[in-house]
């Protein structure tokens, strides 16, 4: 059974214009009964018709619309700034196929060193001289350098995925300088692990620039202040 409160709810919704919580022929239907919500509603529309024709203190000026000073004044520099976000995510796309290409050609190479390794003879048997384990080894990092080569051609199709990468290559630079400092310290270090590092350096700082591109400065920017917000 429905009260006084929620009626007048309704009644109070209805000269809003909002949704009211009862229908109207149930509102209508208690008012014909019930002297006290004629009452209340009889005052709330006075009082609305009231307020509909106060005049403003000011004489009834409205104040000035600066709607469009606002956007004016704000959309130059928001121009500027998509402008240099689309141009410089376009530059890292680009290098990102660029060094996708060069990880391809890395990789096709090590399969023909692979298959270099293992010669079949016309009889369909390997030679005594092949070496199985180099050749795998050559297999294994041609693998690593197509399948990365795949991932730089997918974020430069969809940035937005770059999140997902820029950690793996970021990890396997770390450790791969790791072992070239190592190198450098025995006096083993050779010349493809120092292409290898420079070119994995090249990746990873091309995604990093797609992902400040993608995403925009003002991220890195809120990061950066999250981090060196001090506890409440």
């Avoid at 293992?118 to 990092?141: F, I, K, M, N």
């Avoid at 400065?217 to 506890?231: C, D, G, M, N, S």
Wanted: proline share 5%; aromatic share 8%.
């Amino acid at each position: 059974m429905i009260d006084h409160d929620q009626v007048q709810a309704a009644l109070s919704a209805r000269l809003d214009g909002e949704p009211s919580p009862l229908d109207d022929d149930v509102v209508d239907a208690h008012l014909t009964g019930c002297a006290q919500c004629r009452q209340f509603q009889e005052e709330a529309v006075a009082l609305s018709r009231r307020l509909r024709f106060i005049e403003p203190a000011d004489g009834g000026m409205a104040p000035p619309d600066l709607s469009e000073l606002i956007i004016a004044g704000v959309e130059p520099e928001w121009r500027r700034t998509a402008n240099s976000r689309m141009v410089g995510l376009a530059v890292s796309r680009i290098l990102l196929i660029v060094a996708g290409l060069i990880w391809v050609v890395w990789g096709v190479q090590l399969l023909g060193d692979a298959g270099g390794l293992t010669p079949v003879s016309d009889d369909g048997v390997v030679a005594l001289d092949s070496d199985p384990r180099t050749a795998s080894l050559l297999v294994d990092a041609a693998a690593f350098r197509l399948s990365l080569a795949l991932g730089l051609f997918t974020i430069a199709w969809k940035p937005r995925l770059v999140s997902g990468l820029v950690t793996v290559v970021a990890a396997l630079w770390t450790f791969m300088f790791g072992f070239v400092v190592r190198d450098l310290v025995l006096d083993t270090v050779a010349g493809p692990q120092l292409v290898g590092l420079g070119l994995l350096l090249f990746t990873a700082v091309g995604m990093v620039w797609t992902w400040l591109n993608h995403h925009g400065y003002v991220t890195l920017r809120a990061v950066w202040r999250e981090l060196a917000a001090k506890p409440v």
